[in-house]
């Protein structure tokens, strides 16, 4: 099974300020015959379901702001907040789809 | 665009079992994958398992293999997400999430069902 770890496990950042999240896959979700990297981003804020940020690493999907954005490839993923909002607080997971799938163990975004 | 609406709370003594459901609208049920995601407290997201309708085929993550059973019924388009031999463990927040069936990218999110297991 593939395991996902993500870092720092929280952080807090000022308003405006960017935000730096990693995750890190234990084998490559890098699909050569597509050249796909099987890895999405969700932010999960309390008393809501999960919603869908990233997916194929670096695709924001529709309405997401802009300020997201997503890279890397094979083991290693970053999500970046370029300017941090008080409304993107909230918990952020990493998830691989690749083989089956599994969530990272999330990452807390705060403001400082 | 699908909306899922799932059941209501639930109390629960250990040893027994839960059965929630997920009712999908707006959208062509059989265009879907579904799959549940529990969130216990303090916890991260943990995938349980997934049911593509059409196929009637459900294949479930290896920690809750023999307890869980996820099914679905295309008269009603409802999923449906059965735990037995619950412990206080299991007392968490059930989520039922849809794909398109490309890929497991959750696009579409009930609201949660709190299951609690309290003797």
């Known amino acids: 099974d593939i395991v996902m770890t993500q870092s720092p496990d929280s952080l807090a950042v000022s308003l405006g300020e960017r935000a730096t999240i990693n995750c890190r896959s234990s084998q490559s979700v890098l699909y050569s015959s597509n050249n796909k990297n099987y890895l999405a981003w969700y932010q999960h804020k309390p008393r809501q379901p999960p919603k869908l940020l990233i997916y194929?690493?670096?695709t924001r999907e529709s309405g997401v702001p802009d300020r997201f954005s997503g890279s890397g490839s094979g083991t290693d993923f970053t999500l970046t907040i370029s300017s941090l909002q008080a409304e993107d607080v909230a918990v952020y997971y990493c998830q691989q789809y690749y083989s089956t799938t599994a969530f990272g163990p999330g990452t807390k975004v705060e403001i400082k | 665009q699908v909306q899922l609406v799932q059941s209501g709370a639930e109390v629960k003594k250990p040893g027994s079992s839960v059965k929630v459901s997920c009712k999908a609208s707006?959208?062509?049920?059989?265009?879907?994958?579904f799959s549940w995601v529990r969130q216990a407290p303090g916890q991260g997201l943990e995938w349980m398992g997934r049911?593509?309708?059409?196929?009637?085929?459900?294949n479930y993550a290896q920690k809750f293999q023999g307890r869980v059973t996820i099914t679905a019924d295309k008269s009603t388009n409802t999923a449906y997400m059965e735990l037995s031999s619950l412990r206080s463990e299991d007392t968490a927040i059930y989520y039922c999430?849809?794909?398109?069936?490309?890929?497991?990218?959750?696009?579409?999110w009930g609201q949660g069902t709190l299951v609690t297991v309290s003797s």
């Open positions: 194929w690493a670096s």
């Open positions: 707006g959208g062509t049920f059989s265009s879907y994958a």
């Open positions: 049911i593509i309708p059409i196929l009637d085929i459900a």
């Open positions: 999430a849809g794909d398109s069936l490309a890929a497991r990218l959750f696009d579409y």
